[in-house]
Structure formats: structure tokens, C-alpha cells
């Protein structure tokens, strides 16, 4: 998969909130799909089938031993994601910097003016 179809891929698995929840549980322990059903409010082959969209997301990966099968997330392309994230936040940090910037420079411009004392913005 090329880096711009593995970004897809996990924007699309991280859509779903039942594959965030899983994610977030996996954060904590790797864990079966029974142990992962427990607190979703849905079925073990739906949440086998949320790990399939995560696996291909290269979001977790599966281990075997004996006849249990393990799921264990894999952090890596989250760092991917969040770094494409970063850089449109550092975007929205400039752009409201300058737009503080020209507020600060437009009341610096405008002349002074007394408000009434009960003005009710004066107590807010």
C-alpha cells in the first residue's frame, strides 16, 4: 500500500466508532475477539469483521497461540495520521494568529470610548 492509500485506509477504519473503541481497548492489553465483544454492544462476527477493516488498515495485527488468536494494535500508522493532522493544525495556529494580530491592531486603532458603569459586558 502506498503511503497515501495506508492514510486512507486508516481514516477510513478510525470512521467507525466501534473501531475506535476497539483501538482504544486494544491501547490497554492486546485482547481476543470474546474479550473484545464483551463491552460492544454487538455481535463477535461484527467485531471480527471491524478487525479485518483494522488489519487492513495496518492498524493492529493478530497472533496466535493455541486456539486463542490475539489482537494487538499497532501504533505506527496513528503516528502517520496524526502528523498529516499536525500540520493543518499548525495552519489554523498561523491563521489565528494574524487574525489576533489584526484584532489587537484594529482596537489599538479605535479611540477610546467610556462605557456606562451597569453595562452588563462589563460584568461577563
Known amino acids: 500500500m502506498t503511503g497515501t492509500d495506508q492514510l486512507s485506509a486508516v481514516f477510513s477504519a478510525l470512521a467507525d466508532p466501534t473501531r475506535r473503541a476497539i483501538i482504544a481497548e486494544l491501547a490497554t492489553r492486546d485482547a481476543t475477539v470474546t474479550e473484545l465483544t464483551a463491552p460492544l ?7 471480527s469483521r471491524h478487525l479485518k477493516v483494522l488489519e487492513r488498515a495496518a492498524l493492529i495485527s493478530r497472533s496466535q497461540s493455541g486456539k486463542w488468536r490475539a489482537s ?3 501504533a505506527a500508522p496513528l503516528r502517520e495520521a496524526a502528523d498529516w493532522i499536525e500540520r493543518y493544525r499548525r ?7 494574524r487574525l489576533d494580530a489584526h484584532l489587537a491592531a484594529l482596537q489599538a486603532a479605535e479611540p477610546a470610548t467610556e ?4 453595562d452588563p459586558r462589563e460584568r461577563a
Open 91 to 97: 495552519f489554523w495556529d498561523t491563521s489565528l494568529t
Open 41 to 47: 454492544a454487538i455481535s463477535m462476527p461484527a467485531v
Open 72 to 74: 494487538h494494535l499497532e
Open 115 to 118: 462605557r456606562p458603569a451597569d
